[in-house]
């Protein structure tokens, strides 16, 4: 039979005085989340507290050798860019599913169909596991999804880490001076770099295609609009420069046999609720979890707790502890980019251009001998390109110019992958509280049933969105559109079915502000170093602490944000003397 906690008296009972048949995991530090903010998190405080212990949670399977490790440094993906699609797809799960229209009217015989109602339009509608009958379609981030594996997105992400602009950042509560070394060590962890698709040691263009598109449009926009190689968490391989190893969650821990057996992992264990302390009411006692495999309960302490499970998975954690009230702001104030998106097959004249550069004839040459009658001179294996167009104050918004495999985008027989190039320009969502997520339900009394609200299909409190674009959203979005054309026209003419459009709500994955860190507990849930408000040992870690509105990608600031936690979370450690289990 698996365990089940009644109530939370017994939680507390079980806390102080645990039986020796169930005894309490522990650990210095508890981390709920295994991406690069988690890790980032458990590197610096294994690194700085020598004798302290960690304790990660994920929900999610090891689905690598090497835990957290990015899929796509499989050769399989970077010989073939387009069945990663496979793989993102495979690891997305939606956050917030509408029911289903489910009447049939075709259905013949004695089928079974819903009851016609008369409770008005939809109310044949069938609830299906994992759908969310509160979601109102116009307010949903419809393609919001989460990664359950050990890693998180870091396992597919794209790895694109630019810096943000100030505009991008100016409601943060960390100085500049102290943000500015923050980055610093947020690149070294991520490992990211501008130049892996540049040139090589010996000055020769690693990436035919990267350089042709970075020329074009330096030569054509205004020099004010700032085209760079997109910065991008990425090293090329030593042993063979045609490949490239992505970071992943494990890059940011690096080897954790350095630290001995003081970082455990667990997997698929769900982090159910924390426990806030009795009589300590700024305190957290212990964290409730369940193992997956078993469907167990089991009790764990630490001195810090931290949570780190994205931007929806973090506030759904907090909320399932009955912390909302504590914390008005949970949930409110998210943001979500929108993207504009096209795909473009490269001009004649630039394909002139590679042709005839005498940088690249030896190249051709080669490439032409092994694979006589290709018409392209572009070798198979010559890198993508990855340039940025990056936000500025007259064009506010971020701009990829790449190849990217996502979850959408493939090019599959429709064309010569190599002369396609990938638009994707993401949009700022202006900051405004009633822009939220929520989570439903709470369980029953004897704990052994949800009420008043649904649950998602891991069993925690469904996730509602409330968000809108204001009108102010949908002009910037309409500008950002047209730029998106423009620039598509100085590459070349639009891939048949990937015409300039504007993708689903949420499919950035970068929704931010629902754990965000401030100054005032009216509208943030954290300080500065994300330690939450009202409360000396919990922390929240993600793209959920970012205060702000950004057009570019969040992991970076995620990271940077963390490290100041991380620094926090270490002097409490240093108020105590760890490394000793109770
Ligand atoms: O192109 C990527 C982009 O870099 C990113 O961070 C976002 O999550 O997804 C895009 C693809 O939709």
Known sequence: MPIRYRTDEELHNHISNPPASEPLEHAD????????????????????CPKATVLMLDIGSQDSAVAGEHHKNSIKYQKDIDLFVNVIKGALQNVSIPPADTYIPTLVGDAWT?????????????????????QIREKNL???????????????WTCACPTPHPEEIEKNPIPKSERDKLYQRAHVLLNVHNDQYDKNAQGQDISIRHNVVKKTLLD????????????????????NPN?????????????????????????????????PNKLQKDSIAGVLLQDLKNDKDVLATAKAYIITC????????????????????????LCEQSIAFCQIVMKNEIIDYIEKNPAWQERIKIHREKHKGDPLPIPFHDPEPQVMIPYTTDFPWHCQVHRDAFSYGDVGPRADARVVVDLRFFGRQEIRKENRVYFSGQFSKDRDSWVAGSTDIYGMPQ?????????????????????????????GGYLPGSNPQFMD?????????????????????????????????????????????????????????ALKGAAAVKELLDGHSHGHHK
């Open 114 to 134: 819903p009851p016609v109602t008369d409770d008005g339009p939809g109310s044949h509608t069938l609830v299906f596991q994992g759908s969310n009958p509160n």
């Open 142 to 156: 419809k393609a919001a999804a989460m990664t359950r594996t050990v890693g998180g997105m870091s396992t597919h």
């Open 29 to 48: 530090v508890i981390i709920a989340g295994s991406g690069p903010v988690g890790m980032a998190y458990a590197r610096t405080i294994l690194e700085t």
């Open 310 to 333: 994205g931007a929806i998975g973090t506030p759904q954690v907090l909320a399932n502890s009955g912390l909302q009230e504590r914390i008005p702001a949970l949930g409110h104030y």
């Open 463 to 491: 996730a509602t969105f409330e968000v809108t674009r204001s009108q102010k959203d949908n002009i910037n979005d309409q500008k950002m559109m047209n730029d998106m054309c423009a620039t598509a026209d100085l590459l």
């Open 505 to 561: 709500p949420g499919l950035a994955l970068h929704i931010t502000g629902t754990t965000r860190i401030g100054t005032d507990p009216k509208n943030s849930v954290a300080d500065a170093s994300s330690r939450v408000h009202g409360f000396k040992n919990l922390w929240v870690g993600g793209n959920g602490c970012i205060p702000d509105s950004t057009g570019c990608n969040p992991t970076l600031t995620s990271v940077m944000i």
């Open 243 to 275: 490949y490239v190893t992505w970071t992943g969650a494990n890059t940011v821990l690096g080897d954790p046999a350095r630290f001995g057996g003081r970082f455990r992992l667990r997997t698929e264990t769900r982090v159910t609720k924390l426990v």
């Open 220 to 239: 054509n926009l205004p020099a004010k609009r700032n085209v760079q190689s997109l910065p991008l968490a990425v090293e090329r391989r030593k042993d």
